[in-house]
């Protein structure tokens, strides 16, 4: 009896730690979400008062030219900016996916997701080059 | 600024919308910017990659602990999705797309067909006698709460070949013609897969930010987004999203069939029709 008891304390325990993951996860991902909307948003306001984005209005966009538009703080780069963040939180997803699985000690859909992450990054890389 | 004013308010609509559905609101957004702002389809596409990603994220925001959607499935099928999308990418210009468009027309005819079937049937079978043995492998049966019935559902997933068969060809299609393809997601979850329809719209919607983001990286870096039409329409639908989230939960499941049939019909009919060049 004191036996059963045990376990049943023990799952208690471990559920109870998983909900605590799962919020975290929540919270995480809200703020990756709020970040980007933020910097969005900071952008927008910055372009109502400058007039103009500073970026070229067509043509490739290179990581140079956000970067330099950033340091001098143009609107249309502070967009991309956020917008990039926006791109990335997905992947931000995935990544706290596969720490929630091995939270669960599910070894299989770690390996699962991490596998979903190397095919994402490759993607991400392709996309650059 | 009456454009931003109208951008806002289109995310808004698209990403209410797109939360229930478990679709990336392409379907309203492309031709609002195409057809009724003028936009170049090169910009509008870059906008509506943007906008699948910000209904993706909107609605998962909405819920600290999801009980919907099924993290497993989504991420088991995710692997078929993505190489799609890549092998679609490279393939863009050496597979002929006509092939494709009829192929998935008429599989998205036959999933409204299907789904007109479940509405007439009622209520809708969710346990098997033998349940599926991959399945039961890949841990994919689940449950989930529905709100607007307020009991827990718990459910099987079926033919998982099937499903990640269309999934990954559902990935090629959206890598090699550029598009959300949600309606696709929830068609293989639920027609194929036999998953109950909330679970299947908010697992489409995480795949599809998933598989979205594959392909972003090559809209942002090619010029295709444009900041001052993406961002008041990303603003807007992160807003939609958060609340068709919720309204998806408290919406009897019979409602949202009956709002997909008629989508699922018009963007079947759309893609069969462009195989042969006819544009609607």
């Given amino acids: 009896m004191d036996n059963k008891d045990a376990k049943n304390a023990e799952e208690e325990k471990i559920s109870k730690e998983m909900a605590q993951v799962e919020i975290m996860i929540g919270q995480i991902l809200r703020i990756g979400v709020i970040i980007s909307a933020v910097i969005m948003l900071i952008g927008f306001i910055a372009y109502g008062i400058q007039g103009s984005t500073g970026l070229p209005s067509h043509g490739a966009v290179t990581i140079t030219a956000i970067a330099t538009g950033l340091l001098s703080f143009k609107s249309g780069s502070v967009m991309m900016l956020g917008l990039f963040c926006l791109i990335l939180t997905p992947v931000l997803r995935v990544v706290v996916s596969i720490y929630a699985f091995y939270v669960e000690k599910d070894s299989l859909y770690v390996w699962i997701t991490s596998a979903v992450l190397v095919i994402l990054l490759f993607a991400l890389f392709i996309g650059h080059s | ?280």
């Avoid at chain 2, 806002?8 to 309203?28: D, K, N, R, S, Y």
């Avoid at chain 2, 910017?33 to 925001?61: H, R």
């Avoid at chain 2, 919720?246 to 018009?266: A, D, G, K």
Wanted: net charge positive.
């Fill in chain 2, 1 to 280: 600024m009456t454009q931003v004013i109208i951008m806002l308010a289109v995310g808004l609509i698209a990403g209410i919308a797109g939360a229930i559905l478990g679709l990336g609101g392409g379907i309203i957004i492309t031709p609002v910017l195409t057809l009724a702002m003028g936009i170049n389809i090169k910009y509008a596409i870059g906008a509506s990659i943007i906008a699948v990603i910000a209904t993706s994220s909107g609605a998962t925001i909405a819920y600290l602990r999801d009980n919907v959607l099924n993290l497993r499935v989504a991420m088991f099928l995710e692997i078929f999705t993505t190489i799609g999308a890549i092998l679609g990418a490279i393939l863009n210009g050496i597979l002929s797309p006509v092939v494709l468009y009829l192929i998935f027309g008429l599989l998205l005819i036959y999933s409204g067909y299907n789904m007109i079937r479940k509405l007439r049937a009622g209520s809708e079978i969710l346990q098997r006698v033998h349940p599926d043995p991959i399945a039961e492998k890949l841990e994919l049966n689940s449950s989930y709460y529905d709100k607007a019935a307020d009991k827990t559902v718990d459910y099987q997933v079926e033919h998982v070949p099937a499903g990640a068969t269309v999934m990954f060809g559902a990935g090629i299609a959206s890598g090699l013609l550029g598009i959300g393809s949600g309606a696709f997601k929830v068609m293989a979850l639920d027609t194929f897969m036999k998953m109950p329809l909330k679970p299947s719209t908010s697992t489409s919607n995480l795949m599809m930010g998933v598989t979205a983001a594959a392909s972003a990286t090559v809209y942002f870096f090619n010029g295709s987004i444009q900041p001052l039409i993406a961002v008041p329409l990303a603003l807007g639908i992160l807003v939609g999203a958060t609340m068709g989230s919720r309204i998806m939960q408290i919406l009897p499941s019979r409602w949202i069939r009956i709002i997909f049939v008629p989508i699922i019909f018009y963007i079947g009919l759309q893609m069969f029709l462009k195989g042969f060049g006819v544009n609607i």
